[in-house]
């Protein structure tokens, strides 16, 4: 079906950076108005389920070589109730593509360019995915692996560019309020650093999946120290009460750079990193949803489905929340949960029955460097 | 079949994107349709329930050497005051967003605030609260966090109405101000976000900058006629807030006070009779400041340690007490003295503002802040007194300067005379 | 391309029939075998080519023995003295010196190897052939009795000009010739570069009127013994009646015919391709124009210009980097403005928002429309300027631009910002070295022009989104087109945006030349030669 091979390293990068652009800017929000001044913590927190989702999906990638994850949910549980949990990833990888999407589209409908309905901008980024995802694996990578350096060369200039307006007592003072409002605040920040698990999809297709262990962690902690510097500049810079009220430090965050009073109003820089972001990661993973959903129905390509899946795609995303605020009480209540049970419970929950039942390829364990 | 179905398909996309990008169209603002507003002034209207907003927009032939040999014509010559920079336009309404709206019915250009650099709100206004005003700009999307947020006593909108000498238009004239604020630090750099981090703390109360006028009025020969009755704006002191309303003033002192309390202060000068000499002044500029501060609680009484330090430069002095002597030898008393006069200001400045705080209940030092973070549980728990027991506190404060450079001489000017008396 | 989009492009086209095969005279002459008649040959080669005045017919009688026979050659494409020294002298006086029972026993060896003095000689039977190597120039003799001809190829120099610099890729520094429109020339040229063995050339003959000789070079050894195999095959499977010029094959041969960026590199000169055929690449000569085609080609080498390679490595590095930036610039300044002042006027530095409205007041379009009308102008110019001989051409397209410019300013028809975007955006893409991509390059500002002034910067975004992935798919004989951009390798960075040392490019490219990664010994650093021994 996709026959496309990637280098370990492109599919660790490709794991790292898509979830950033959307996360970036929606993510500290969250973490500062639960946790206030103790924000920066969550995302340290947040690696810990982290790991134990980058050691299942190895182990149950290199014991079921070949096959991505809804493929041996399938051998692991037998034909039916494999099918469903496969289903049940294929819907997850979708569903969350829509909301992207609509938060992307929210986003440029309201703050960058205000008249223009907010559904433009979903059917034409639905269009772009489609034509996108239609070469393949291969070119998703490569995109990818192209736009990489662009958003971390951003990110890092505008940190630097605002040092200046961070107040470090922001960050203080250490757990005042214990430890249950940061994990309160670590709700939403778990559902986007768990977006490794699209690397489950992506395995079957590395060309030496052996050494992805490490690429894998290096992607896992890479994306937590992004994230990390993200929130922590927000706090920094807003502090803990305006760093939760407003909805979108980031975006703030970047428009108070002013350098010399010739670099400034650089927001151009939001709208690459965002929209740019936000399509890297809906071709993920509406690709993995296609290619999850070709392989419960056991087609052989994935290319009569892509067209009507984006159809419905863009009906969901455009219809699904009618307002912004509707989207954060998602954000914060049912996502997390939606995210913990696809993200983390369904993998551990396939590797401990595959090990009960003895299936599967016997490795000595998963080869760090190779 | 399959043919027909796949052309379907494609002229379905193909109209698709057609429509799409034609209807794209709609946020669509041609750059010279735009009305630039660089400073928006907002007023309690006779009318209690209303707010009365001037909108000062400036018009693009404002900057030097817009346009060309096209179109506008105003500008020419210089000699003009600027009549033709700007356009002020006000309007009444119940909130912020409604009275622009109304502006806009009289503007031919849409309104656009993604310039705007600076927020002036009147005094009857700011004293019934400024957080429903701030509502409006802290949503709209347009401008960025970094705008002045400046009181004026009496009517914000005369503010607008004066003509600067230098950068003709008020609200640049203000953003040149800001930048230079910090030539004397008089004044306070209240940025929306910085009043509205302080406005949502736990304890702090906000402060703002003061923005007056002053008539300049009268005529001196070969300046044209309208000069008269003009004003320049000048920015010096603060405004103190309690919660989002406006109780006090501070002036220049206090609230440089108030600025090395926070470790705001960047450079500023000093005056204060010459310790050593005849009754003269010196002044100092002042710089490189630093602050230590521990606040605790002993027998329910706040005690706040306030350690200052800075360094300072001479830069004037009336008198002939100078640190280095005749041969060049350094003077220690005359050192230590200076230092000790410069600190003996600064905490006086400090101790001024806190008199201020003291009086209205106001924490505007942000002390709160600072026992919040070294006694969060405290402070929980005695949140709900704030006030009072920051008013009952004991502020120590330990001033630490040191005296580095005389500019460019090491003694400074004596003729004869003075010299053979002091001998 | 993938099936989806395919049936997409197969909606638009109209269906084309197959059966019409160009006139092709090839079913009558196959078959056609010289008879040993010498006037029914005679009469045969009449009826075939008709009576041109500069087609020749000789009788002569060889030597001693009286044998008939015919020499036909065309005038202006043989060597007339040639052949009368070598041929008819050969024919008439030397043969008399041989036995004429030799003759006739074994009459076509003896002829040819005793005989001609000329250099090369061949045997043929049948017609078809024979007249392809009369229009090539070559001579033919019919010998009475004899059921082959004999073709002796003595071709005049033919009329060709001087090899000379080639106009559209001149360098400052490096060789000054470039290809003629002579295939043999060209090959000499490549030849007097290239003095290995392993420099190989098969010829095909395509166009079944024109009979162009095409001929594939390639450096046996290094080439992929796949990628030649299937430029041959792409070769042969051409039907045409006539090739003019290289175009022609580049369209039928390339990966993809619908694509705006070019995946086959042309050139005329004859450094550009030795050193194409050095890193593995194959190339195609056509008889008749300079332009060689190399393939494959990737989106870097048409950012290359052959002067990298010659001047020293700093300047050459910096020159590549600008020639990148070049290339942003000339694809999206425009559309960046237009975006900009129409849509995100927030992004702009205050002074200059203030600036670009009061010199936009009283103008009567829109900036898309603005920037449409000046690019258009622009792009009429420079052809313009193509056309007119050539020291006018250059002038009037610069200072036409300029003074059209100047004008329409004054007119308040376009705004003096939109001006100097337009110009600063020709400027860019005029360093492109690549002339077909340059092209495209100016073709493809067009649609993001069109995104960006509908959608502002996502419109832009998309646009770019869109050229990259299509890009990323795109094949050139197998090579991915974006081979060393994406996926970055390392040793591919050496010769992308910065020109590294020769002393650095130890190995050739992977993608062309991995069958002798090795080109270049290591350690070769120009060292001080104080410091080598510790002196």
Known sequence: MEKGKISVWQAAILTLIHPLGTGMFVLPAFAINWAREDAWLIEILVTVPGLVIVFAVTKLGLMFPGQTIVQYSETILGKYLGKLVGLMIVWYFFYTGTVIIFEMASFLSAIVMPETRAVVFIVFTGIVIVYTVNYGLEVIARLTVWFFPIITFSFVVIIFLIVKEMNLDHLRPFLANGLKPVLMGSLAPYAWRGTIIVMAMLIPYVNQPQKIMVPYLFALLGLGLLFELNTMSDLAVFGPFEGGRISLPTVHLVKLVNVADFIQHIESVLVLIWVGGVYIMSNLWFYSSALGLAQVLKLKTTRPLLLPMMVVYIAIAYTNYSNYPEFVDWAQRPWPLFALLHQLLIPVFLLIIALIRGQGVRQAGPQGKG | ?423 | MSKLFKSFKNISRKPYRREAQPPDQKQDKDFILVTNNLEQNRLALKSFLGDSPDIIFRDVRIGKSGLQALVVYINGLADTDSIADNVLKSLISEARNIDPVDLKQSTIDTIKEHVLTISEVRETESFQKLLNYLLSGDTVIFIQGLEAAITVSARSGSVHRNVSEPVTEAVIRGPREGFIENLRLNNALLRQRIKSPKLRFEELTIGSITQTEVCIAYLDGLADKKLIGEVKERLARIKIDGILESGYLEEFIQDAPFSPFPTIQTTERPDVVAAALLEGRVVVLTDGTPMALIVPATFVQFLQSAEDYYQTFIFASFIRMLRFISFFIALFMPSLYIAVTTYHQEMLPSALALSFAAARQGIPFPAFVEALIMEVAFEILREAGLRLPRPVGQAVSIVGALVIGEAAVRANIVSPAMVIIVSATAIASFTIPGFVFGLSVRLLRFPIMALSASLGFFGLMMGGFILFVHMASLRSFGVPYLASIAPANWPGQKDIFIRAPWWTMIRRPLDTGHQDPVRAGKGQKPENPQNKSGR
Request: aromatic share 8%.
């Open chain 2, 1 to 423: 079949m399959a043919k027909i179905f796949r052309r379907g398909v494609f002229l379905l996309i193909v109209t698709l994107l057609m429509t799409i990008l034609n209807s794209g169209c709609w946020s669509r603002r041609e750059i010279d349709k735009l009305a630039f507003v660089g400073s928006v002034a907002i007023d309690q209207a006779e009318d209690p329930e209303l707010l009365e907003v001037t909108v000062q927009v400036i018009l693009p032939g404002a900057l030097a050497g817009g346009g060309g040999q096209t179109g506008m014509g105003g500008g020419g010559g210089g000699a003009s005051a600027g009549t033709n920079k700007v356009w002020l336009v006000s309007e009444k309404g119940p909130t912020v967003f409604e009275a622009v709206k109304k502006i806009n019915d009289m503007s031919a250009n849409h309104l656009f605030f993604g310039h705007l650099t600076s927020v002036i709100i009147g005094e009857k206004l700011a004293r019934n609260g400024v957080k429903d005003v701030l509502d409006n700009f802290d949503r709209m999307s347009e401008l960025r966090r970094n705008i002045w947020i400046l009181i004026a006593p009496g009517r914000a909108k005369d503010i607008l109405e004066a003509r600067p000498k230098l950068q003709g238009v008020p609200s640049l004239a203000i953003e040149g101000l800001f930048i230079h604020q910090t030539d004397t630090s008089f004044s306070y750099p209240s940025s929306l976000n910085n009043f509205l981090i302080m406005l949502s703390s736990r304890s702090t109360d906000p402060v703002a900058a003061r923005i007056t006028t002053i008539p300049v009025g009268h005529i001196t020969p070969g300046e044209p006629p309208w000069e008269a009755g003009r004003k320049e704006i000048k920015l010096e002191g603060a405004a103190i807030f309690e919660q989002d309303k406006l109780v006090d003033w501070l002036d220049g002192r206090e609230t440089r006070g108030v600025l090395w309390a926070q470790k705001k202060f960047k450079y500023g000068t000093i005056t204060f009779p010459n310790p050593r000499g005849n009754h003269k002044f010196m002044t100092f500029e002042v710089y490189g400041a630093r602050r230590k501060i521990h606040t605790f609680m002993e027998d329910g009484e706040l005690f706040v340690n306030l350690d200052i330090s800075c360094k300072g430069n001479m830069v004037e002095q009336d008198s002939n007490a100078d640190i280095l002597s005749q041969d060049l030898f350094i003077e220690k008393e005359n050192f230590r003295a200076f230092e000790a006069g410069i600190a003996s200001q600064v905490k006086q400045e400090i101790l001024a503002a806190m008199d201020k705080a003291r009086e209205h209940k106001t924490d505007i030092l942000g002390i709160g802040e600072r026992f919040y973070i070294e006694h969060p549980q405290e402070f929980k728990k005695l949140q709900a007194d704030w006030p009072e027991i920051f008013t009952n506190a004991n502020v120590n404060v330990v001033v630490n300067v040191k005296v580095r450079r005389t500019g460019l001489i090491n003694r400074s000017i004596n003729a004869q005379k003075i010299e053979k008396e002091a001998k």
